[in-house]
């Protein structure tokens, strides 16, 4: 079984960890997060065990975020909130804590006091922002 014998995730989706489930389909597993960032907070994971977002095939990549859209929508609507984030941290330089794949889906308002601090730095010149461009695109890949 390797990793996944101690992994939390693969631990709720046996059911030896209970959870607040909200969807459950042959693919993917929603719950209610134990420590929210807003009352409501979901996380969608794939059912098989995966690190990283990179390692997730297309079709459970884009069952995660329909299923994470959806499940946003019903946070709007249960909960009378202004909007939602859908977050994916890849890699504990990301942000990550647990080392299996998963979306987070936060319900927002416009006065619930919640900042991403995230921080804009500008290119010190077009060339560099050019560079960068042609080497993303360069290794840009699609199975």
């Known amino acids: 079984m390797g ?25 993917i597993y929603a719950f209610l997060d134990i420590g929210p960032i807003n009352p409501g ?19 459970i990549a884009g069952r995660m975020f329909r299923v994470g859209s959806r499940i946003g929508v019903a946070l709007k609507r249960a909960l009378d909130c202004d909007g939602f984030n859908l977050h994916l941290a ?3 330089c990301a942000g990550q804590v647990v080392m ?19 921080r804009q730095q500008p290119y010190a010149s077009d060339e560099e922002r050019n560079e960068i461009n042609h080497k993303i695109i360069s290794k840009l890949k699609f199975d």
Not at 49 to 59: A, D, L, P, R
């Open 100 to 118: 299996h794949a998963h979306l987070h889906v936060v319900p927002r308002g416009a006065e619930d006091g919640f900042r991403w601090n995230w």
């Open 3 to 27: 990793e996944e014998a101690n992994c939390i995730f693969c631990k709720i989706i046996r059911g030896e960890i209970p959870s607040n489930k909200v969807y459950e389909d042959d693919l």
């Open 90 to 92: 890849d890699g504990a």
């Open 41 to 59: 907070h979901t996380l969608v994971i794939p059912k098989q065990h995966h690190v990283g977002s990179s390692e997730i095939g297309e079709k």
